[in-house]
């Protein structure tokens, strides 16, 4: 028992030590579309989103970095139109406890500036929207090593808190979420 303990310390640290001086890349990409169609009317939901990142593992356990998120929506109702972007820019910090060659768990603490412009088309007419705000969030992840430290990471949901401000006295948004198990996401990262 005691050497399976000294060779899981050993896979352990083996693991973290060649972790650190790396520089983490990764991301996801997300696609999302929906038709509901009630009686004769058919609303039509296209999302897409695209999240890199680069971080710096400056110590065993502890990566820091900046993110980014584009993301881009429509709904189709008919003759309107909705449209909408989105652009987040800020900076994350990464805590990763390995729990053995393949597999670490990690939480992440990203936060920084974000953006949204909305167009709307009601037949002729064209109306835009512009907001800024910040947001701030706490996801827990798990790790894959797949080979070499490339790998993908998993997660159930996490909690965050964002604001939007729109322009020419528009509505203030505020929005906590608190979504564990309600959203399965995957992505992947490489170190270097």
Do not use: C
């Not at 310390?9 to 001086?21: E, R």
């Not at 987040?88 to 393949?102: C, D, E, I, S, V």
């Not at 528009?170 to 490489?190: L, Q, Y």
């Amino acid at each position: 028992m005691k050497k399976m303990l000294v060779v899981l310390a050993l896979a352990m640290v083996s693991f973290a030590n060649a972790q650190k001086g790396t520089i983490l890349v990764g991301g996801g990409i997300g696609y999302k579309s929906q038709t509901t169609t009630l009686g004769n009317n058919e609303v039509k939901t296209n999302e897409f989103d695209f999240s890199p990142k680069v971080g710096y593992q400056f110590h065993d356990n502890w990566t820091v970095g900046g993110e980014a998120s584009f993301g881009s929506s429509r709904d189709e109702r008919g003759v309107n139109e909705v449209k909408n972007n989105t652009t987040k820019l800020g900076a994350f910090l990464r805590y990763t406890m390995p729990l053995n060659q393949t597999f670490a768990f990690f939480a992440e603490l990203g936060t920084g500036f974000q953006s949204a412009k909305q167009k709307t088309y009601t037949g002729p007419m064209t109306s835009t929207a512009k907001a800024d705000g910040m947001y701030i969030g706490i996801t827990p992840a798990l790790f894959i090593d797949m080979k070499k430290g490339f790998g993908l990471n998993f997660n159930i949901g996490g909690l965050g808190y964002n604001t939007l401000n729109y322009d020419n006295n528009g509505p203030e948004v505020k929005n906590f979420d608190f979504n564990f198990g309600r959203t399965f996401n995957i992505g992947v990262s490489k170190n270097f």
